[in-house]
């Protein structure tokens, strides 16, 4: 302690202040403990609202007395089409979202607001109006599946090429939109940079705006993945509902909730469970929030 010290406080040690109470609650402890009950009130009621069906789901499913939703003969066929269909979707995504988001977020031209607004038309767009879409434009009488199937012999509706398509409609508005925030978020000076060192085009969006752009590509690809697992209304408008074919999970919880509500609910465990597993397991890792 210093003399002018000393010499304020008479020579005793200073005493830590106490914090007053009702004051602001320390750094890291506390927090939650002076929320308004007008916003205490109405986040608990949602978080119920957001839990309880699942939380029936969990309670009503017959644990006991497996029904014939549990089988195989069922349950891995259409779980393996979902899976497999929703990665095909995810990559697809990838393939034509990543540009059209660079796209929105970099160049300026005359109707840029006008194709945002049509890039996210799918996210409010009822799903089986989409489905009907898809059929006008890709289907065998439509304005491009009319001459896929002409000249080269391609039919998209009812196929699993059709439940992949489907899902690309739906989902990858999610991806373009993520990319496109983090694109905007991001530091355009490091590309110049690239550019004034003598990168192409081509070379700085590859080695720069990529990376830099690499957990808003993570998290719209989660996104669109989990968007595509669980699409229903476009992918039977489109693509119908075909046992090992077209059948993916929500189309098979659909048809078994007709004739066996036990299996329905066996179903829709199992897609939960997967949902819950997947976006767990990634949103540490790939999300960049806490896990």
Same mark, same amino acid.
């Given at each position: 302690?210093?003399r002018a010290?000393?010499?304020?406080?008479?020579?005793?040690?200073?005493?830590?202040?106490?914090?007053?109470?009702?004051?602001?609650?320390?750094?890291?402890?506390?927090?939650?403990?002076?929320?308004?009950?007008?916003?205490?009130?109405?986040?608990?009621?949602?978080?119920?609202?957001?839990?309880?069906?699942?939380?029936?789901?969990?309670?009503?499913?017959?644990?006991?007395?497996?029904?014939?939703?549990?089988?195989?003969?069922?349950?891995?066929?259409?779980?393996?089409?979902?899976?497999?269909?929703?990665?095909?979707? @995810?990559?697809?995504?990838?393939?034509?979202?990543?540009?059209?988001?660079w796209l929105?977020?970099?160049?300026?031209?005359?109707?840029?607001?006008?194709?945002?607004?049509?890039?996210?038309?799918?996210?409010?767009?009822?799903?089986?109006?989409?489905?009907?879409?898809?059929?006008?434009?890709?289907?065998?009488?439509?304005?491009?599946?009319?001459?896929?199937?002409?000249?080269?012999?391609? @039919?998209?509706?009812?196929?699993?090429?059709?439940?992949?398509?489907?899902?690309?409609?739906?989902?990858?508005?999610?991806?373009?939109?993520?990319?496109?925030g983090?694109?905007?978020?991001?530091?355009?000076?490091?590309?110049?940079?690239?550019?004034?060192?003598g990168?192409?085009?081509?070379?700085?969006?590859?080695?720069?705006t990529?990376?830099?752009?690499?957990?808003?590509?993570?998290?719209?690809?989660?996104?669109?993945w989990?968007?595509?697992?669980?699409?229903?209304?476009?992918?039977?408008?489109?693509?119908?509902?075909?046992?090992?074919?077209?059948?993916?999970?929500?189309?098979?919880?659909?048809?078994?909730?007709?004739?066996?509500?036990?299996a329905?609910?066996?179903?829709?465990?199992?897609?939960?469970?997967?949902?819950?597993?997947?976006?767990?397991?990634?949103?540490?890792?790939?999300?960049?929030?806490?896990?």
């Amino acid at each position: 302690m210093s003399r002018a010290d000393r010499h304020r406080t008479g020579g005793a040690a200073p005493v830590a202040r106490r914090p007053r109470r009702g004051g602001p609650t320390a750094p890291g402890g506390g927090r939650g403990r002076n929320v308004p009950p007008v916003l205490l009130i109405p986040a608990l009621v949602g978080l119920a609202f957001l839990i309880l069906p699942l939380g029936a789901l969990l309670v009503r499913t017959p644990w006991a007395e497996p029904a014939g939703g549990w089988s195989g003969e069922v349950v891995w066929p259409a779980l393996r089409l979902s899976l497999v269909c929703a990665t095909c979707a @995810t990559a697809l995504s990838l393939l034509l979202g990543v540009p059209l988001a660079w796209l929105l977020a970099r160049t300026d031209f005359p109707g840029r607001r006008l194709l945002r607004s049509l890039v996210t038309l799918p996210l409010v767009l009822p799903p089986v109006v989409g489905g009907v879409a898809l059929l006008l434009a890709f289907g065998r009488n439509g304005i491009v599946g009319e001459r896929l199937d002409a000249w080269f012999g391609i @039919t998209l509706p009812f196929t699993t090429a059709g439940v992949v398509l489907a899902e690309t409609f739906v989902a990858m508005p999610f991806l373009v939109i993520s990319v496109e925030g983090a694109l905007r978020a991001g530091d355009h000076r490091y590309e110049e940079a690239a550019a004034t060192l003598g990168a192409s085009r081509l070379t700085a969006f590859r080695r720069v705006t990529l990376p830099l752009a690499a957990p808003g590509i993570a998290a719209g690809a989660v996104l669109a993945w989990a968007r595509a697992l669980g699409e229903f209304g476009a992918t039977i408008t489109f693509a119908g509902n075909f046992p090992g074919r077209t059948q993916t999970m929500p189309l098979a919880v659909y048809l078994a909730l007709q004739r066996d509500p036990a299996a329905a609910m066996a179903l829709s465990l199992v897609l939960l469970a997967v949902s819950v597993a997947v976006l767990a397991g990634l949103r540490g890792r790939w999300m960049g929030t806490p896990s």
